[in-house]
């Protein structure tokens, strides 16, 4: 996949939304999505990140960027069934739906991980991700081939010490992608997919690994490759697959 070379128009006329869209890998995604034509909807919780990232797109000459700013861990049922709506009315679809924000949370035994610490984790990277793909699915299925993808981690596809809520939180995301893209199968076009991203330069694998150089590790930008691939249409017919970036 690292070979795979995306059309400079491949997202020509697609209508995208990136949560996280603000920084790390949401942020190379969402400015990627744009320069290949792509209008991309910048969900994240701190707009002052959106901002600038709405900017640097419209300096490039790509399509004009939405801001919706929207904090995962305290949005409303109300919220999302609300987005879902503006969407329906004003867009009449939506192409393509990376849910890519996450928080790391404690890296704790079970025994001591705090309840407070687990609630909220699962509220960002599990209910949050429900609730966004259940109120944006009619828009989806609006769309001619619409693309779902989750973000996974190496922790959600085998289990690792210490690393609790998130791992746990990162399997359930495996599961709602394998069972999303069975229901959608047979009845749409909408495909479903899952990546892990892998060790990525970013603030989270700064919390999680501090003592390591992140100049050792690869750029976000330099991961787009898959991201690109399963939002375009060469990857129609692609569903129900947990791939590695
Ligand atoms: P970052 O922490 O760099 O970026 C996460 C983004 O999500 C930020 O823009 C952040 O907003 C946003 N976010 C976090 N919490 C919320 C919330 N409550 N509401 C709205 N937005 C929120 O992480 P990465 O770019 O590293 O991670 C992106 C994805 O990749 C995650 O799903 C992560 O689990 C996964 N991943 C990353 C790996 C890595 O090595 N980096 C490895 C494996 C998986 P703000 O800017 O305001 O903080």
């Known amino acids: 996949m690292e070979n795979y070379q995306a059309q400079p128009e491949l997202l020509k006329d697609k ?9 790390g890998i949401g942020r190379a995604a969402a400015l990627d999505y744009a320069l290949h034509g792509a209008t991309v909807i910048l969900l994240g919780r701190t707009v002052s990140k959106l901002e600038k990232l709405y900017d640097e797109i419209a300096a490039s000459g790509a399509p004009e960027a939405i801001i919706h700013p929207m904090n995962l861990q305290h949005a409303k049922e109300e919220d999302y069934r609300q987005l879902g709506d503006t969407l329906l009315e004003q867009y009449g679809r939506l192409d393509g739906l990376l849910h890519n924000a996450a928080t790391l949370g404690p890296r704790t035994p079970i025994q001591f991980y705090p309840l407070d610490a687990w609630l909220q984790v699962m509220q960002v990277n599990v209910n949050a991700p429900f609730l966004l793909t259940r109120s944006l699915l009619p828009a989806l299925l609006a769309a001619p081939q619409a693309s ?56 989270m694998r700064k919390a999680a690994y501090p003592a390591e150089n992140p100049l050792n590790l690869p750029t976000p930008e330099s991961r787009m490759a898959l991201y690109l691939f399963l939002m375009g249409n060469d990857s129609q017919g692609v569903t129900g697959q947990a791939l590695n970036a």
């Open 15 to 23: 209508l995208i939304l990136v949560t996280g869209a603000g920084d």
């Open 148 to 203: 779902v993808i989750f973000t996974s981690s190496s922790v959600g596809r085998k289990g690792r010490a210490y690393w609790g809520g998130y791992a746990v939180s990162k399997f359930a995301v495996e599961g709602m992608m394998q069972i999303l893209a069975d229901e959608l199968k047979q009845t749409s076009a909408v495909r479903v997919n899952s990546i892990d991203p892998g060790a990525t330069r970013t603030a």
